[in-house]
């Protein structure tokens, strides 16, 4: 089974800086790619950024690309998000994601995520 932990989170003024990290224990020997998404009240949960597991290939949403990096620690098995210059409009619950499916290259999608974190709130002030 596999569990994911985020933390990091809280509360910074727009242009502030967070990291979040995200734990991940079980299936380290089928694990794809790690992801981040967000979701604000009454909005759609939506894909951040995501990581390749063992080819460590980074990629993100065109709203983030400049601002936040993805990382991960194979060792500590832990998955990261630097996230620079935050806005007010990305005030949101932070999740973290696992694919052990492998269907999508990159996957942007909720569907393509097997794995679910229980969620971090970020909290951005004007």
């Known amino acids: 089974q596999v569990h994911l932990v985020e933390s990091g989170g809280g509360s910074v003024q727009a242009g502030g800086s967070l990291r979040l990290s995200c734990s991940i224990s079980?299936?380290?020997?089928?694990?794809?790619?790690m992801g981040w998404f967000r979701q604000a009240p009454g909005k759609e949960r939506e894909f951040v950024a995501g990581i390749t597991w063992t080819t460590n290939i980074a990629y993100y949403a065109d709203s983030v690309k400049g601002r936040f990096t993805i990382s991960r620690d194979i060792a500590k098995n832990t998955v990261y998000l630097q996230m620079n210059g935050l806005k007010p409009e990305e005030t949101a619950v932070y999740y973290c994601?696992?694919?052990?499916?492998?269907?999508?290259?990159?996957?942007?999608?909720?569907?393509?995520?097997?794995?679910w974190g229980q969620g971090t709130q970020v909290t951005v002030s004007s």
């Open positions: 994601a696992a694919d052990y499916t492998g269907f999508d290259a990159r996957p942007r999608t909720t569907g393509r995520y097997d794995y």
């Open positions: 079980g299936g380290a020997f089928s694990r794809y790619t």
